[in-house]
């Protein structure tokens, strides 16, 4: 789980979940002052990085992609927290078949993906989408680059055949299923 909305009694709530009877994994007891460090000096390594000059169709989109990269630097904390907290909980032997995943295809999920690809490699990875994609939100839609970089779910669940054809609007590269919501699951049973 990820707190929030705990600010004052933050450790109370956390040691409740820790002595309860089912499993949870709580990023904390995982992680190590080494992988706080590794997130907090992202924008220095990313600064060291060079951006090259970019062109859409002959049009100069460098003072976009600058924006976004500068954008980025602030966001780097938690998609590297997500990535070092899969490598270590495959060094501490947790190693689940399924992990189901909220996903919107965006910088978080791609870190998830590739610290499970990396740190639980038999996992099988399962993206939820229960909503309807606004057809002018692209990053909401998996494209062919991000299948043959392994950035995909191995299964991606839709809210019906429709979503799935929606979804796979710019690669055939990913399963799709279609589900229910997963509140109303039991339905199914």
Request: hydrophobic content about 40%; glycine content about 4%; some cysteine.
């Amino acid at each position: 789980p990820l707190f929030f909305g705990f600010f004052f009694n933050y450790f109370s709530v956390y040691r409740k979940i820790r002595k309860s009877k089912p499993f949870f994994i709580i990023p904390e007891d995982y992680l190590c002052f080494s992988d706080y460090f590794y997130a907090l000096s992202y924008p220095v390594r990313a600064i060291r990085h060079r951006l090259s000059e970019d062109r859409f169709r002959s049009f100069d989109i460098s003072d976009i992609v600058k924006e976004e990269f500068i954008k980025s630097l602030a966001s780097g904390l938690m998609p590297s927290l997500i990535y070092r907290l899969f490598l270590r909980l495959g060094k501490a032997g947790i190693n689940p078949s399924h992990i189901i995943r909220w996903y919107e295809n965006q910088v978080i999920d791609k870190a998830f993906i590739a610290g499970v690809r990396k740190g639980l490699p038999k996992a099988i990875i399962v993206g939820v989408q229960m909503f309807i994609h606004p057809p002018n939100h692209l990053n909401l839609f998996p494209s062919q680059s991000e299948a043959e970089a392994g950035m995909l779910p191995d299964v991606l669940l839709e809210t019906s055949p429709y979503q799935c054809q929606v979804a796979q609007r710019y690669t055939k590269k990913i399963l799709c299923k279609t589900a229910a919501s997963l509140r109303y699951a039991h339905l199914f049973d």
